[in-house]
Every structure is written in C-alpha cells, then in structure tokens.
C-alpha cells in the first residue's frame, strides 16, 4: 500500500510527530501504573501468588481484543480507532487509581488491556504508513517515544511516590496530560486511504510461517518485557532488598536503556543488520537477568536490569516493521497476528513470576524469564522476513 501520496497535504515532520505523540501518551499511561505496582500490591494486602493472578487480567485482556483489533484498523482505519483507543486507555488508567477492591482492579485491568491493545494495533498500523512515506527504517524511533515517555513517567511516579501523593491523584495526572497529547496531536496523524467498498475484510486470518515466526521472537521479548514492568519494582524490594523509596531503581533503569537502544536501534540495525542486532538483543537480555539472579546487591542488579533494557529496546519495533511489510496480508492484520502470538509472553511471563515465587524463589523466576529472552537469539537466525 503506498502512502506517500499523502505527504504533500501533511508534511512529513507533521505526520511523524503526531504519530509519535500517541507512541509517548502509552507510554506515559502504561509506565504511571507499573510504577505504583508495589503500593498497589501492598494497600491491597495481596501476596506474590495473589499479584501475579491479578496481573494476568492486563494480558487477557490485550488477547480478548487481538482476534477484533486487527479487522477493527483494517475496516475502520487505523486514524479513528487510535483517537477512540487512546482515549479509553487514559480513562481507564484514571479509574484503576480508585479501586479498592482486588475484583474491581482486575475488571480495570482487563480494560486497560483491552485498550491499549487496540491503541497499540492502530499507532503501529500508522507508523508502517509513516515509514513508508520516509522510505527508509524509522519504526524504532516511534517506540523510542514510548520508552521515553515510560522513563519520564517512571520518575513522576518515583517523586509523586516520596512526597506520599496517592496513586488516584498520580494517575488522573497522567489521564489529563494524555487528553492534551491526544487531542492536540489528531489532527495530524496519517489519513487513511479510501478502502474499495466490495473489498471483503474477513475477521480472521491465519498467518503464514513467516509471520509465525516473527511472533515467536516477539514471544520471547515480551516476556523479558512484561516482566520488568511488572515486577522489576517488587525484585528490588524483597530480592535486592533496597529501602522503599528506590524500589523503582530497577525499573528506571530499564527504562533508560530501553529508550537510548530504541533510539539508536534504526541507525545500529541499518549498519549491522537486522538479524545480527535480533541475536545481540537475546544476549543481552539473557546476560543481564544473570547477572541481576546470581548477583542480587543494588550495583550489580541494576547493572543487569540496563543490560536487559537495551535487549529488549529494538526486538518489538524490528518485528513490528517486518510484519508491517508483508505482501502477504493488510498491515493491520500482519500487525494483529504477530502480536497475537507476542503477546502470549506478555500474558504468561507476570503470572509466571508470581507462581513460581509463590513456590520456589523470585529469583528462580528471574532465570526462567533470562533462558526464554536468550531464545531471542536462536529464532532471529531462522527468521526469513529478518534480513
């Protein structure tokens, strides 16, 4: 599909800035309620096997959206269903500050899921389009955003956190200042083309081995992944054992290298190559969470955590690109099927966690987490669509 027609009505500086503001309003919003896990956890007097149960909401609720999400893009367009998805995360991210009940958190969460999901389907359907008119490998940056917004919200929530303010008041914050983004930025996203209105948009496509594989790499990642957002500040409050008011260090940390090697990951990938950048991230991911397991003392765990930060920055954004240009399906579809399969990682690695430490020890859970981010590496090799 070529969307350089589009260019000369909105400049490209536009197009990309629009679409980079919504990459940054995730995550702004995902980021604010990673970082108030911990108090969450505690003012709801809920144990490591309960957390982890609780967590599997989120990622159920992202895999009950992917079978729709995708056809939803593809026979809606992909500028209206991002202004609706954008706009439900953000309330719903304002709600989950007001629970104060362990079932109305999961019924939040699930919905919280469920929208970023579609969010996330739509912004990436937008990036590959944004892309193109560049013609050249642009998608890490976009995601460099969402770091970059989960890094500036990670330290809100640290400060909102030593000054004692509440997560109700921290997350309607957060909601406001995505409403702003939001509305500011529509305008200008990419438009979509005129869809030919005989064309069939079937709801269900199977993906072929080529797509499989790229969301198996996107399965490993985002296990890695979900679990540093989601436990990265409970490690270093009961294994690293740090004092409550940097339990978000881990977290910072992994989120500063996330956004540096998404930033630097379109001008690394372009010079070393796809794949070979593929099998370094698996590395670093496995190398890190050794390092943060073995050795669990402040230095060495939060050396471990920025080495898994710059792992998991550009394996999403690769595999997303990669899916965004197959010949095979519609964009948003490609983009649906690939994240369907990555996402199970995203729903099995926090329950993973909480399950294994409820039984054995967080680090254990740790390790398992690093073997699988490795794999990273070996599947990259065999992945056609990653050259």
Known sequence: MNYSIFAPSDSRKYLRIAVAAFFFVQGLSFAAWASRIPDIKNML???????????LALPIGLMASLP?????????????????????????LAFIG??????????????FGLWGNLTNIAVNTQAVAVEQVYGK????????LWSLAGFISAMIGSLFISVNIPPQIHFSVIALAAFIIIFTAYKHTMPDQEKNGDEAQPMFVKPDKDLLMLGLIGFCAMVCEGAMFDWSGVYFQEAVKV????TTLGYVAFMGTMTGGRFAGDWLA????RKKMLQLSGLFMGTGLAIAVVFPFLITATLGFLLVGFGVSSVVPLVYSAAGRSTTMKAGMALAAVSSI???GFLIGPPLIGIVAQFADLRWSFAIVGILGSLTAVLSSRAKLIQ
């Open 68 to 92: 729709i999400s995708g056809w939803m893009v593809t026979h809606y367009g992909s500028k209206k269903m991002v202004l609706i998805g954008a706009i439900l995360y953000a309330v719903t």
């Open 243 to 246: 004092p409550a008011s940097i």
């Open 137 to 144: 490998s642009i998608m890490a940056s976009f995601h460099g």
């Open 342 to 344: 990555s996402f199970i």
């Open 98 to 111: 007001f629970v104060t009940r362990t079932e109305h958190l999961v019924i939040a969460l699930f919905a």
């Open 270 to 273: 372009n010079r070393i190559g």
């Open 45 to 55: 007097h809920l144990t490591e096997g309960g957390l982890g149960t609780v967590l």
